[in-house]
């Protein structure tokens, strides 16, 4: 019911940036769809997922510590679209990105819970 593209990742050098995009689309006719969270998760291989960036759909943020400092997340609810400005980029930011978002319906709120399909981003020299 919700489909979520991603785009936006790439290979920077350390220090560079990148901004990433994920938009959301639905399927569901008529009925309005309101998005609650979205956030931003990243996974390396060997590791767990791991939440690095969220925002609620009154605009406030929160940041896993690693990039509290270097990484903003916004959100154009019009669009239905969250980004993550990322900058100061490390080698230890390499992973595949991945947006999420909690959606429902006024009948059925919350009852969406959608991952994008990854981005990779990889930073070395």
């Known amino acids: 019911q919700v489909h979520l593209v991603e785009s936006g990742g790439g290979s920077v050098q350390p220090g560079g940036s990148l901004t990433l995009s994920c938009a959301a689309s639905v399927t569901i006719g008529n009925m309005n769809v309101i998005i609650n969270t979205m956030d931003w998760y990243r996974q390396a291989p060997g590791k767990e997922r791991e939440l690095v960036a969220t925002?609620?759909?009154?605009?406030?943020?929160d940041y896993a510590d690693p990039v509290k400092d270097r990484f903003t997340i916004s959100r154009d609810n019009a669009k239905n679209t969250v980004y993550l400005k990322m900058n100061s980029l490390l080698p230890d930011d390499t992973a595949v990105y991945y947006c999420?978002?909690?959606?429902?319906?006024?009948?059925?709120?919350?009852?969406?819970?959608?991952w994008g399909q990854g981005t990779q981003v990889t930073v070395s020299s």
């Open positions: 999420y978002c909690n959606a429902g319906t006024l009948q059925r709120p919350g009852i969406y819970n959608t």
């Open positions: 925002i609620t759909s009154g605009g406030r943020r």
